[in-house]
């Protein structure tokens, strides 16, 4: 690691310079706010592209949604997300992120579907083998899934496509309503729809079809099995306060689909060292283009004047000016608190007003001091994979349910991961970390939660009790990160993971709210980059990347005028107290 | 029909839950007021409510306003109180004028815009206090208020269906309101507003000049309209105060050269598309685009219409002959080719004028004041449809 602390301290020399601002002059080209995952792709490819980037972090850790930390005791692990369902591939080429250091601890993780007896559906790349594990379920089940896997893979190939891309602008529809605008938005629609020659005119219509319709239907439609069916549906609910019939879940199944991970689709990786091992990669990668990290620096307001956007100020006082601000936070913590109400006109502001932005999703992480029996598996014999408790569709809707009402459950839906099968970096003392994601939980309890955390947990013990025997007498600390709690530890507005839902009527050029896309604040100079953005959550950096394009498209206006200089405000003392504070990455490692 | 037990069972259900009855006019609550005035009993509707549209004669009615002194019925406007710590800020996002440099007892009409610069409604803004607030318009914008005020720490009531409104205009006003008792508050009729108790009735007044004739609205609680009604005939009945109607009071507009929604132009969200409403510069606002000030719904559309130049802008004109009818298109001779340059949107006869007047507008490029531009009028004559020709001249055009 000697490379990156002389890199660190040539950066760290670099920056002795007053990173606060002299009149008429920004000491950096663009400020990125919050270092999580799309933060810090936004961030390297702008220093990449030669921009002098300095990226400020909220919390003491870079990362966000996506850390490595202390879960119980000297255990570590994934705290909030747990897995990479594909971070893009031209993404971490372009970076260079395995040169930064990122490593895959397991990179084809096998799905399995639980099941009371133990005859597991186990999925894989392989829609054959997977067909193999349905077979003692129902032979034409097994018979037809290839030919399912093969069409859902197709179609997510379409959404990869546009995931790539920056949507459209629809200003006729939702800016200004003129007629020709409102062909531009028609040409824009089209456009989208030009990927579709890949497609057979069967297969088009079952596209469309699949774009509005619920993941219930399209499984009722495909199989009989209970159990394929909960977990296929599982991938289509999964972070959204949907029940398996809702409207756009069939569309949420394709954009798990979309992942790749080392050439294999769908895709899912566990990454060394955690999930925060994916943002070390990332912040190396932005230390070394001469970019800055600097942790414990929440931004208090966006500073506009004249109408552009001239830097930030921080919670401390502190201003930082630059041309360009690229937020990483949620889009309506960025428009409504950071930059502020009087900044939007109406329309845009009650769009963003109504994004939804309450997460049902928990993340409860356990250290177990010895590995559970799973039943269907002999001991020692467990594979390295994701498991899903999801038996059949009724049992999702149930779970669903409480959620809409302010409760939760006593049967939960789960996704279960043992990161420490693979990565021993995890454990000093072979204990292993069970991390868990916890679907439908809402973020207002009913009762509250201070005084039903016991039950929540204890319930998603009972029903992991079924399949794993003996669970609760392995378990020796952990922790349960409630939406409120994912809130309050990770900056996330309302423990939502997707930085506002991913319903039908905020995606693409629709998302973070109609009238706001591309990536445009609706101040000159300022950027979103978050996963409120096209195509929304997961670690897949998309949003980063594309936000990067655009910015790098636009032409920088010069801050000629700044008038209100740091030091005016501050004097010298207090710039050299915020020097001292400065951390460039080390924090995240 | 009805039996009298059903007809009695369904006057006593509450308003609100009374089935609704789509062809169902309401009264205003100066109704029983108005119909005593209405000698003419000739009625039109507004907003849903009936208000006279004649009381005697138009040439009557134009005498007093012009010369003595009358009062209307406003009670269809939209009225609403806005108060609170950000009621300035608010209004400043969502009006086109500057409103945080207005004082205390300052009034002004306003545009109120969408994000694309087209009009919504005009909107007469009175500050009553340090933080509030009295808004009028002739049309109801209570949801679109409710949006614009997400993110701001304001009350917003509305007035509309509870409180009645009376216009009162003319020169000999100030002598109606002396020896009405509302003597201090004269200055009213030349600028000004204020909320004042008038022997026991709240009454909030409000300047309200149109064109040359003074004058002023006066707001109260629907319940006590009828006793402020009858305090200013009272005052007003050796002054020549007559009650007139709705037709008076749109001769006095289209002469004093105010647009009104509905008529002259169409309120952008009624527009089915948006490029058929009017822009707050095309209907001659462009003397209150502030560039320095922040951010308001339509600030960057403005801007730049203001730097391209408008394609449409309002204008007055005067007909040779008898005013054609509303929408009626006036062309221009260019070459061998007859062109369309303009639109008459609303017009009048003006008795007590030697010309018709109309309001409208043209096509910038093409027309100036001053030029005579022809019409083509179409009307019945002794069971006829004739087609004849006529002339009218651009009075003014505006900005």
């Not at chain 1, 000491?27 to 490819?45: E, T």
């Not at chain 1, 608190?337 to 769009?351: Q, V």
């Not at chain 1, 992480?365 to 038996?391: E, H």
């Amino acid at each position: 690691m000697s490379f990156l602390k002389n890199i660190l301290a040539r950066v760290g020399l670099d920056t002795r310079a007053p990173h606060g601002s002299e009149a008429g002059h920004a000491s950096f080209d663009v400020i990125v706010i919050g270092a999580g995952h799309n933060g810090l792709v936004c961030a390297s490819y702008l220093a990449k592209a030669g921009r002098r980037v300095l990226v400020v972090e909220a919390s003491e850790q870079a990362g966000g949604a996506c850390q490595t930390g202390v879960i119980g005791g000297d255990t570590r692990g994934s705290r909030c997300a747990h897995l990479l369902r594909g971070l893009d591939p031209e993404v971490i080429k372009n970076l260079g992120l395995h040169r930064y250091g990122l490593k895959y601890a397991a990179r084809t993780m096998p799905t399995v579907a639980l099941d009371y007896d133990g005859a597991h559906i186990i999925f894989s790349h392989n829609p054959w083998q997977v067909a193999e594990s349905i077979k003692p379920h129902s032979a034409s089940d097994a018979e037809r899934y290839p030919e399912f896997h093969k069409r859902i893979l197709q179609f997510a190939e379409i959404i990869n496509h546009w995931n790539g891309q920056t949507p459209g602008r629809l200003r006729g529809l939702f800016e200004t309503g003129a007629f020709e605008d409102l062909s531009a938005d028609a040409k824009a629609l089209q456009q989208m729809g030009a990927r579709f020659d890949v497609l057979t005119a069967e297969d088009k219509a079952e596209f469309l079809r699949l774009f509005v319709s619920s993941v219930g239907d399209l499984l009722d439609r495909s199989f009989d099995t209970q159990l394929l069916k909960g977990a296929l549906a599982f991938d289509g609910v999964l972070g959204r306060a949907a029940g398996p019939f809702s409207p756009g879940t069939a569309l949420g199944l394709l954009q798990q689909w979309t992942g790749e991970v080392a050439g294999t689709k769908p895709g899912i990786a566990l990454p060394e060292g955690g999930m925060g091992a994916v943002i070390d990669a990332l912040t190396r990668s932005v230390v070394a283009r001469r970019g800055q990290v600097r942790c414990s620096a929440r931004v208090a307001q966006i500073l506009v004047e004249n109408g552009r956007t001239v830097g930030v100020e921080l919670a401390s006082g502190e201003r930082i000016f630059a041309p360009q601000v690229v937020s990483g936070t949620d889009p309506k913590t960025t428009l409504m608190d950071l930059l502020g109400r009087e900044h939007m006109e109406t329309r845009l502001a009650t769009a963003v007003d109504g994004i939804t932005q309450e997460g049902v999703t928990a993340k409860l992480n356990l250290v177990l001091d010895r590995m559970p029996k799973i039943r269907g598996f002999d001991p020692g014999q467990v594979p390295s994979a994701r498991f899903i408790v999801a038996p059949s569709l009724d049992y999702i809707e149930q779970a669903f349910h409480p959620s809409k009402y302010g409760g939760f459950s006593p049967d939960p839906i789960m996704e279960v991961v043992f990161p420490t099968l693979n990565d021993a970096s995890l454990s000093d003392h072979n204990e292993h970390v069970m991390s868990i994601i916890v679907q439908y939980t809402p973020f207002h309890l009913k009762e509250g939660w201070d005084n039903h955390r016991e039950d929540f947990i204890q319930s998603c013990v009972d029903v992991l009790g079924n399949y794993m025997s003996g669970l609760g007498d392995h378990i020796i600390g952990g922790e349960l990160l409630a939406p409120v709690d994912l809130e309050q530890q990770f900056n996330l507005r309302g423990g939502h993971w997707h930085h506002g839902e991913p319903d039908l009527a905020h995606q693409a050029m629709m998302r973070p709210a109609p009238g706001i896309s591309q990536y445009l604040g609706p101040v000159k100079g300022l950027y979103l980059c978050s996963a409120g953005c096209h195509p929304g959550g997961g670690i897949l950096g998309l949003a980063g990347k594309n936000a990067a394009e655009r910015m790098l498209k636009d032409r920088v206006e010069p801050l000629r005028t700044v008038r209100s200089a740091h030091k005016a405000h501050h004097g010298d003392d207090e710039v050299e107290a915020a020097e001292a504070d400065v951390s460039y990455g080390e924090a995240a490692q | 029909m009805m039996d009298k037990a059903s007809a009695k069972a369904l006057e006593e259900l509450p308003v609100s839950t009374r089935p609704a009855d789509p062809l169902r006019v309401l009264p205003t609550p100066l109704h029983m007021k108005t119909s005593i005035a209405c000698q003419a009993n000739d009625w039109t509707s507004w907003a849903g409510y009936t208000v006279p549209n004649l009381c005697t004669s138009l040439e009557r009615e134009m005498s007093a306003l012009t010369r003595h002194a009358a009062m209307a019925d406003l009670s269809p406007m939209g009225k609403y109180a806005v108060s609170g710590d950000d009621a300035a800020r608010f209004l400043d996002h969502l009006l086109v004028a500057n409103i945080a440099d207005l004082n205390t007892g300052d009034v002004i009409l306003t545009p109120m815009c969408q994000s694309n610069g087209r009009v919504i409604n005009l909107v007469s803004v009175a500050r009553l206090g340090a933080t509030s607030w009295w808004l009028t318009c002739d049309g109801r914008h209570m949801n679109w208020l409710y949006q614009a005020a997400v993110g701001f720490d304001v009350t917003l009531v509305d007035y509309s269906d509870v409180h009645a409104g009376i216009m009162l205009a003319g020169p000999e006003v100030s002598r109606v309101l002396t020896a009405a008792d509302l003597g201090d508050c004269t200055d009213i009729v030349l600028r000004g507003a204020r909320r004042i108790s008038w022997d026991g009735i709240d009454i909030t007044l409000v300047h309200r000049g149109v064109g040359q004739v003074p004058g002023l609205s006066i707001w109260c609680a629907g319940s006590e309209a009828a006793i402020v009604w009858n305090r200013l005939m009272d005052g007003g009945a050796d002054c020549g105060l007559e009650a007139v109607g709705r037709m008076a009071c749109e001769t006095l507009r289209i002469e004093s050269g105010e647009p009104a929604p509905g008529r002259d132009f169409i309120p952008d969200p009624e527009a089915l598309r948006s490029d058929r409403s009017r822009t707050a510069i095309e209907l001659g606002f462009d003397h209150l685009i502030d560039e320095g000030k922040g951010v308001f719904n339509g600030r960057a559309a403005l801007l730049e219409e203001r730097a391209n130049g408008s394609v449409l802008r309002l204008a007055m004109f005067s007909f040779q002959g008898a005013a054609p009818q509303a929408g009626t298109q006036l062309h221009k001779k260019q070459g061998r080719k007859d062109i369309i340059v303009g639109v008459a949107t609303s017009t009048t006869s003006a008795p007590h004028r030697a010309s018709a007047r109309g309001l409208g507008f043209v096509v910038t490029d093409h027309v100036r004041p001053g030029d005579v531009l022809d019409v083509t009028i179409e009307e019945t004559r002794e069971l006829l449809q004739v087609t004849r020709k006529e002339s009218c001249m651009v009075v003014e055009i505006s900005g």
